[in-house]
């Protein structure tokens, strides 16, 4: 199970619905029902500088821009907008175009769009530099879309849903858990991909296969509105409706993985030994099995 590195970050009046870690790692932005947002030092976990305000209604998603300079948000009026992360003030007129909630939004790698997923069951990109929309939107899931994120190459996109499934858009599969998914994310590498929801657990999953990697991680005491992954992999963040902020070490999806690998490589090695030792036997087995099409009893 991942632990929890130090304490929980507290200084929201509202419950915290996005984190966003800043390029270096040092930095964590957070979006908050009490229409604030605030960055907060990772290592003393105290608040830098006055919170960001500007927004009549709550703030459910935030992500930070590859180079570090400016903050995406989503909120429940709609609109996502972008601020100057030095400043805290505005750059440019609300992008506009879904018509509910905008309950996540992501940066893609190379800073060039903004990926959104909203109430309205639809997942928009946009054009950071013009603010316009690029293409149709994507269709597909049947409930809100709680949570999106690009891919390290910027290739495809992962989206959680109410409708408690995670999609990648243009890679084949989906990954299901058993409550709604509120947020999901690619690790750094693409190899993995981080959820939580209303079970109140950070789980991992393998983004090739589907599968779960490992236990879930478990600490918040309601629900997970969003999880990211640190730009170095190492670490997740995820803020919860028990109006914490919680940083896990999830080196411990590595291990899981080298672990799972050892595993096969050792079956694999034991059955080509008991081959080697017991080639009569293994080879009636063999025949038994490709004549019957039925597991081999003995």
Same mark, same amino acid.
């Given at each position: 199970?991942?632990?929890?590195?130090?304490?929980?970050?507290?200084?929201?009046?509202?419950?915290?619905?996005?984190?966003?870690?800043?390029?270096?790692?040092?930095?964590?932005?957070?979006?908050?029902?009490?229409?604030?947002?605030?960055?907060?030092?990772?290592?003393?976990?105290?608040?830098?500088?006055?919170?960001?305000?500007?927004?009549?209604?709550?703030?459910?998603?935030?992500?930070?821009?590859?180079?570090?300079? #400016?903050?995406?948000?989503?909120?429940?009026?709609?609109?996502?907008?972008?601020?100057?992360?030095?400043?805290?003030?505005?750059?440019?007129?609300?992008?506009?175009? #879904?018509?509910?909630?905008?309950?996540?939004?992501?940066?893609?790698?190379?800073?060039?769009?903004?990926?959104?997923?909203?109430?309205?069951?639809?997942?928009?990109?946009?054009?950071?530099?013009?603010?316009?929309?690029?293409?149709?939107?994507?269709?597909? #899931?049947?409930?809100?879309?709680?949570?999106?994120?690009?891919?390290?190459?910027?290739?495809?996109?992962?989206?959680?849903?109410?409708?408690?499934?995670?999609?990648?858009?243009?890679?084949?599969?989906?990954?299901?858990?058993?409550?709604?998914?509120?947020?999901?994310?690619?690790?750094?590498?693409?190899?993995?991909?981080?959820?939580?929801?209303?079970?109140?657990?950070?789980?991992?999953?393998?983004?090739?296969?589907?599968?779960?990697?490992?236990?879930?991680?478990?600490?918040?005491?309601?629900?997970?509105?969003?999880?990211?992954?640190?730009?170095?992999?190492?670490?997740?963040?995820?803020?919860?409706?028990?109006?914490?902020?919680?940083?896990?070490?999830?080196?411990?999806?590595?291990?899981?993985?080298?672990?799972?690998?050892?595993?096969?490589?050792?079956?694999?090695?034991?059955?080509?030994?008991?081959?080697?030792?017991?080639?009569?036997?293994?080879?009636?087995?063999?025949?038994?099995?490709?004549?019957?099409?039925?597991?081999?009893?003995?």
């Amino acid at each position: 199970m991942g632990e929890v590195v130090g304490e929980p970050i507290l200084g929201h009046t509202g419950t915290v619905r996005s984190v966003s870690f800043s390029p270096d790692g040092k930095f964590v932005v957070s979006g908050s029902m009490d229409k604030t947002i605030r960055i907060w030092d990772v290592e003393t976990r105290k608040p830098v500088g006055e919170p960001f305000r500007a927004y009549e209604e709550s703030i459910l998603s935030v992500a930070l821009s590859p180079d570090g300079k #400016h903050i995406v948000s989503g909120s429940d009026d709609g609109t996502l907008r972008i601020w100057d992360m030095y400043t805290g003030k505005l750059l440019g007129e609300p992008l506009r175009r #879904h018509t509910d909630f905008v309950m996540s939004v992501a940066l893609s790698s190379d800073g060039k769009h903004i990926v959104s997923g909203s109430a309205d069951r639809s997942i928009r990109i946009w054009d950071t530099e013009t603010g316009n929309p690029v293409g149709e939107p994507l269709q597909g #899931h049947t409930l809100d879309v709680n949570s999106v994120a690009f891919s390290p190459d910027g290739k495809a996109v992962v989206s959680a849903s109410r409708d408690r499934t995670v999609q990648i858009w243009d890679v084949t599969g989906e990954l299901r858990q058993q409550d709604e998914v509120n947020s999901a994310a690619f690790s750094p590498d693409g190899n993995y991909v981080v959820s939580g929801g209303d079970d109140k657990a950070v789980r991992i999953w393998d983004a090739e296969t589907g599968r779960p990697v490992g236990e879930p991680f478990k600490g918040h005491n309601e629900l997970i509105w969003t999880v990211r992954f640190s730009p170095d992999g190492k670490r997740i963040a995820s803020c919860s409706e028990d109006m914490t902020i919680r940083i896990w070490d999830a080196q411990i999806v590595e291990m899981a993985a080298r672990l799972k690998l050892e595993l096969y490589e050792a079956t694999q090695t034991a059955v080509e030994s008991f081959i080697a030792r017991n080639y009569d036997t293994a080879t009636q087995v063999l025949c038994k099995i490709a004549t019957s099409g039925k597991p081999a009893r003995f």
